[in-house]
């Protein structure tokens, strides 16, 4: 569940951030591009797919969704953020940053299949 968590808080702060723009966003992201755009509408995708696991699983009682959900989004995330480091390299604090939830996402998946 912590996973979840953190995918809602980061996901839901980051898009807002890089569709305004602003001189942090591009030093992090670059400059505001289609492509910059399109990886804020993943992130948003990530928080909507995030957020209904966790009402899944607090609201509705319904583990099963939740555990559902984590098993394909996570991996998905994983092989993305991995993806990352090759693409652009270590030096990008986007990349680090990615490398550090890649670690929260693996022992997600590891707790949910050691239950």
């Not at 809602?8 to 992090?28: D, E, H, K, N, Q």
């Not at 994983?78 to 993806?83: D, F, Q, R, S």
């Not at 550090?100 to 693996?106: E, M, S």
Request: proline content about 3%.
């Amino acid at each position: 569940m912590c996973a979840l968590v953190v995918n809602v808080m980061v996901t839901s702060i980051l898009p807002p951030l890089m569709l305004a723009g602003g001189s942090r966003m591009a030093l992090v992201y670059g400059e505001d591009s289609q492509a910059r755009r399109i990886l804020a509408c993943l992130y948003g995708s990530i928080c909507v797919v995030s957020a209904f696991a966790l009402v899944s699983l607090l609201g509705w009682q319904r583990a099963d969704v939740a555990i559902a959900v984590a098993q394909t989004l996570f991996p998905l995330q994983i092989v993305y953020k991995l993806a990352t480091l090759v693409a652009v390299g270590w030096h990008s604090p986007v990349v680090k940053a990615n490398l550090v939830i890649v670690v929260l996402l693996l022992l997600a998946l590891a707790d949910v299949h050691a239950a």
